[in-house]
């Protein structure tokens, strides 16, 4: 009896075709939610003590941290001249939270330096420059309802890549999280773990080279992409006196319509 068998480069080829296809689905889906999306930096008043509950909670649920009489998670890490910190809202309730530090040869500091310093400051002080991502919440419900919020609360660190133009962006992150980074960012484990304060788990330390990965993360997931303007509202630091925008609409959306 003879077998007919497809030639596997015609196999390779339809498996990359089935493979690009559920990526623009997805990638679609990424850009729907957008549309509901405000990005907001939070720097004082119901903003940030709503970002601190939340992260009690989300952090709580899942085992990171025993119960606080406060009810909230903060760290002397928040109110550094270097830190953002961003609640992202869907239809104007918080969904999830994100925190951001640029880290650089003048501001050698953040919770990823702390933790992993004997590998981080010689390269920091060789003017090395990251993005140091850390403190991600999500609210539960929304977490359940929106399968894409961590992609929509992680566009903020790449955006954050490019405004800042760094060489890495670091990564502190639990073990069961490390397949979505390598497969997402092309992250590569830089550390074993370690204790990190504040957690009762230990985390490890990931980084993605910027020059090698994010243009191809931003090709494959075009949600990611975000427009200098943006990254402008999101990141710079008002002149004195003036306050920080309230709300930022994501970009993608312009930018794939104006293609």
């Given amino acids: 009896m003879m077998v007919s068998r497809v030639p596997l480069s015609n196999a390779a080829e339809g498996a990359a075709s089935v493979a690009s296809a559920e990526e623009s689905s997805f990638s679609r889906s990424v850009s729907a939610l ?49 830190s953002y910190r961003f609640g992202i809202f869907i239809d104007g309730e918080l969904a999830s939270t994100i925190r951001v530090h640029h880290v650089h040869p003048q501001m050698p500091v953040s919770p990823s330096v702390q933790v992993f310093g004997d590998e ?6 060789a003017g090395e420059t990251f993005i140091d991502p850390s403190r991600f919440a999500a609210d539960s419900e929304f977490s359940r309802a929106f399968k894409a919020l961590p992609y929509v609360t992680l566009r903020l660190a ?7 133009d760094v060489d890495y962006c670091l990564t502190a992150i639990k073990e069961e999280h490390t397949g979505f980074y390598r497969r997402i960012f092309g992250s590569e484990q830089t550390m074993p773990s370690r204790t990190y304060p504040g957690l009762v788990c230990p985390v490890y330390l990931f980084q993605s080279k910027c020059s090698e990965n994010m243009a191809k993360t931003i090709e494959r997931f075009p949600f990611f992409k975000s427009t200098p303007f943006e990254q402008r ?26 293609a």
């Fill in 34 to 82: 957008l549309e509901h999306i405000e990005y907001r930096r939070c720097e004082s008043g119901e903003d940030i003590e709503a970002i601190y509950r939340l992260r009690y909670d989300a952090y709580l649920a899942s085992g990171m941290i025993t119960g606080s009489s406060t009810r909230i998670v903060e760290d002397e890490f928040d109110d550094l001249a270097n």
């Fill in 233 to 258: 509202m999101l990141f710079a630091r008002p002149p004195k006196g003036e306050l920080a925008p309230l709300t930022i609409l994501p970009t993608a959306k312009y930018m794939k319509r104006a």
């Fill in 158 to 164: 790449v955006a954050a890549c490019s405004y800042f």
């Fill in 120 to 125: 981080l400051r010689p390269r920091l002080a």
